[in-house]
């Protein structure tokens, strides 16, 4: 049984001085092994999503927190009937819920220019600066107001 052990460690040390003697350093091993990983796993829609499209680790780590925080915020949150106070339960919950997570969704999707539908909105960079921050602002107001409206729309249909 004694045996077994000292064998596995001695291939664990050859394999790892292996990998040392091939690969200097970490950033090295970060850029032989990343696009490998991304191209093996076929998780290239990864590159149009805001966070995952630079394939800097960093920016993935953050947008991945923020992504799993927005749907934790959304999926944990609990609303009420506005006619008479009651907790909403069932299809009702997990609709507010959903658009809730939707409109999260599309604000990080419209400020983080994906698929440049910020930069078509404004005409490109035809105007100032300070307007169009203040337009990305009214955009981003009306398109809450837009999913806030369907929403109700919806439940008042279906409710």
Not at 43 to 71: E, N, Q
Not at 124 to 130: A, E, K, R, T
Not at 144 to 158: A, P, S, Y
Request: charged share 15%; with cysteine.
């Amino acid at each position: 049984m004694t045996d077994i052990v000292p064998s596995f460690q001695n291939v664990f040390d050859g394999i790892l001085r292996n990998v040392s003697r091939r690969l200097r350093n970490l950033r090295q091993l970060y850029t032989i092994i990343f696009p490998l990983i991304l191209e093996n796993l076929d998780l290239r829609f990864l590159r149009y999503i805001p966070g995952f499209r630079t394939g800097k680790l960093w920016k993935m780590i953050l947008a991945f927190f923020g992504y799993l925080s927005f749907l934790y915020c959304s999926m944990t949150s609990d609303f009420t009937n506005a006619k008479n106070g009651l907790p909403l339960t069932g299809l009702q919950l997990w609709h507010e819920r959903f658009f809730v997570f939707l409109m999260l969704l599309s604000l990080i999707f419209y400020n983080f220019n994906y698929k440049n539908i910020r930069t078509r909105s404004f005409l490109g960079h035809s105007l100032p600066f300070v307007l169009r921050i203040v337009l990305q602002c009214l955009i981003s107001l009306g398109i809450l107001v837009i999913l806030m409206i369907f929403m109700l729309l919806i439940e008042e249909i279906i409710w």
